[in-house]
């Protein structure tokens, strides 16, 4: 059974940090690429980062979208079957719920590629 669990979330600051764990069972990282969303209150779940599976032409490449690039950072444990999101300077923007998902592809446009997701941790920051 693939299970997504995801920890770490909680109430920061803004320009605090945040590091974000999914911890993952079922499957391993050779075969599914394990990407970040988010999603918050009134508004469309969208694609934070991901990275590619070990065996795809990805190669555990990782990838981000605008909201990610240059403050997160994605990174893996192959040996705890966890990823990690480290989130830096964090804006109120940023509040929302984090998810971790798997699916065969790291395309962070189609949420319909992704199809095993985690409970969700929730992220809020305070101005």
């Known amino acids: 059974e693939v299970q997504l669990v995801e920890s770490g979330g909680g109430l920061v600051q803004a320009g605090g940090s945040l590091r974000l764990s999914c911890a993952v069972s079922?499957?391993?990282?050779?075969?599914?690429?394990i990407g970040w969303f988010r999603q918050a209150p009134g508004k469309e779940r969208e694609g934070v980062s991901c990275?590619?599976?070990?065996?795809?032409?990805?190669?555990?490449?990782?990838h981000y979208t605008d909201i990610a690039k240059g403050r997160f950072a994605m990174s893996s444990d192959n040996a705890k079957n966890t990823v990690y999101l480290q989130m830096n300077n964090l804006k109120p923007e940023d509040a929302a719920v984090y998810y971790c998902?798997?699916?065969?592809?790291?395309?962070?446009?189609?949420?319909?590629?992704?199809?095993?997701w985690g409970q969700g941790t929730q992220v809020t920051v305070s101005s």
């Open positions: 990275v590619s599976s070990i065996q795809s032409s990805g190669g555990g490449s990782t």
């Open positions: 079922g499957f391993t990282f050779d075969d599914y690429a």
């Open positions: 998902a798997a699916a065969l592809l790291c395309r962070l446009g189609q949420l319909s590629l992704w199809t095993s």
